[in-house]
């Protein structure tokens, strides 16, 4: 039986994919195998992705209780494989669901659980290490997990996706589970853009400076003229309910290669979000706002004028 595997987990593939490229670092300073974990109902498929990306074992639980997520079933089905394989660290995409999940599976376990990290990494003597944003972003706190399995959930966008290397091993495991607690009523699905915001190469970001959630779409014809997506900051989405995700420290982490903040004022919060962009923007009217300080570029100017002329201006180029 391998024991002091490194495992990942996330119920989304992508992140998963992510996870994978972390763990493998800490697998090979370890000198211990890397793991996958699946979770659900009729995903052997996921399993089989998995397994060629860098995966030595894939541990595949198929269990019809397990088709939608339910935080009890998946903390409790997690908790069999661990307290039988005994991995020594656990990394879960730092979702709203891998969470809820890393949380309940601490308490399971009862082990530490680092969250909301940037960074993982294995100290000289051997200890698990990470790094997450303190005091509003203004500092990084490095923690050290003393228990085992330790678990940590990792911010995505901070890690690239691992490459395909290689077929490892699928291992099925059957547990007995009860019936889900939850019965599922309706099921709507989430709009989906064509390209996750963390994964885009330019984002055009609105703030309190937008007036109306219609005026929006400057910026969404902004970004598609430079191929790129759309986003807010906190208090557009979660005062205001205009979108559902927002960049920020208590949000979405971005790295793009373009950054335009429109009508953004700069908090300490959301530029802990955006700080690893490789060229940062700033259009506001104002000339003290925050953001200018750590603007490669600024324009001082209204908005409303300054961003129906980049686009005019842009359609021009388009055009020669």
């Not at 099925?172 to 853009?193: A, V, W």
């Not at 309190?208 to 906190?234: H, N, P, S």
């Not at 995700?245 to 949000?251: C, H, M, N, P, Y």
């Not at 953004?264 to 490789?278: E, P, T």
């Amino acid at each position: 039986m391998p024991e002091n595997e490194v495992w990942v987990y996330s119920e989304d593939k992508g992140i998963c994919l992510e996870l994978l490229t972390a763990g493998k670092e800490l697998a090979e300073k370890l000198n211990v195998p890397l793991a996958s974990v699946v979770l659900g109902h009729g995903i052997r498929e996921v399993a089989e992705d998995l397994s060629i990306h860098g995966s030595n074992r894939v541990y595949l639980i198929d269990h019809p209780s397990l088709e939608r997520f339910d935080p009890v079933l998946y903390a409790q089905a997690m908790e069999v494989i661990a307290k039988k394989e005994k991995p020594k660290i656990l990394l879960i995409g730092a979702t709203k669901r891998g969470k809820e999940l890393a949380g309940r599976l601490a308490a399971r376990l009862n082990v530490g659980c680092m969250s909301e990290c940037t960074k993982v990494e294995i100290s000289d003597e051997g200890d698990v290490m990470a790094k997450r944003p303190a005091y509003a972003g203004m500092t990084i706190a490095t923690e050290k997990c003393k228990s085992t399995p330790a678990i940590v959930l990792l911010k995505p966008g901070r890690y690239e996706k691992a490459p395909v290397v290689g077929k490892g091993e699928i291992v099925e495991i059957t547990i007995e589970l009860p019936e889900p607690s939850l019965k599922l009523i309706e099921f709507k699905p989430k709009e989906i853009k064509a390209v996750r915001i963390e994964e885009a190469d330019v984002v055009v970001l609105g703030g309190r400076g937008i007036k109306k959630k219609e005026d929006f779409q400057m910026l969404e014809q902004l970004a598609e003229m430079l191929g790129g997506c759309v986003g807010c900051t906190r208090p557009i989405a979660a005062d205001l309910g205009w979108y559902t995700e927002w960049v920020g420290l208590s949000g979405v982490a971005i790295k793009p290669k373009l950054y335009i903040g429109v009508g953004v004022s700069g908090a300490i919060q959301h530029l802990a979000g955006i700080k690893d962009s490789k060229v940062i923007v700033a259009i506001n009217k104002d000339p003290e706002a925050p953001i200018f300080k750590s603007a490669d570029y600024g324009i001082v100017g209204d908005l409303y004028e300054v961003v129906p002329e980049l686009i005019k201006v842009l359609k021009e180029i388009v055009k020669k």
